[in-house]
């Protein structure tokens, strides 16, 4: 099986907000880039705007394509698509519950992501 994700790194200065994967989830329990699973008949893009619209309550205005991850979780593939998002309108927040984070882009690697992060920490850290 494979799944496209939308994925969005939001920055403002030299800070990146993650939030918390819930239990129930998989990949419960780690840190994240907020974004979800494309729906059928859905550009990347779109995905992209609608889940952290969904997710963090914030109007995309400027986002960049940064990297594509595809990793095998064995179960399934992710596809992940990775956007900088670097203008929004609003304040971005857990609108589902989940906790979230402004967090130091320098001190990301203190946070567990999941396995298909790994590279993109390391990107965003050099
Ligand atoms: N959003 C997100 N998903 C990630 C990241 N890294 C990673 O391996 N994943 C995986 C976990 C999931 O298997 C998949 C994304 O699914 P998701 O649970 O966010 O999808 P969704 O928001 O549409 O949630 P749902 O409605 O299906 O519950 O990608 C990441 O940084 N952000
Ligand atoms: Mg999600």
Redesign the pocket.
């Known amino acids: 099986m494979l799944?496209k994700?939308?994925?969005g790194i939001i920055l403002r200065g030299d800070k990146v907000f993650?939030?918390l994967?819930k239990a129930s989830?998989?990949?419960g329990g780690?840190?994240?880039?907020?974004?979800?699973?494309?729906d059928d008949h859905e550009t990347v893009l779109e995905?992209l705007k609608r889940?952290l619209h969904?997710?963090c309550g914030i109007t995309i205005t400027d986002s960049h394509f940064f990297k594509l991850?595809s990793?095998d979780?064995g179960s399934?593939t992710?596809e992940?698509h990775?956007y900088k998002v670097t203008a929004f309108e609003g304040e971005p927040q857990g609108k589902e519950g989940q906790q979230v984070a402004w967090v130091n882009i320098k001190d990301l690697d203190s946070y567990e992501?999941?396995?298909?992060?790994k590279g993109?920490v390391k990107d965003l850290l050099s």
């Open positions: 799944i994700v939308a994925a993650i939030s994967r989830q998989d990949q780690l840190w994240e880039f907020p974004g979800g699973k494309c995905a889940e969904e997710e991850v990793h979780y399934k992710v992940l990775f992501f999941p396995d298909a992060n993109i």
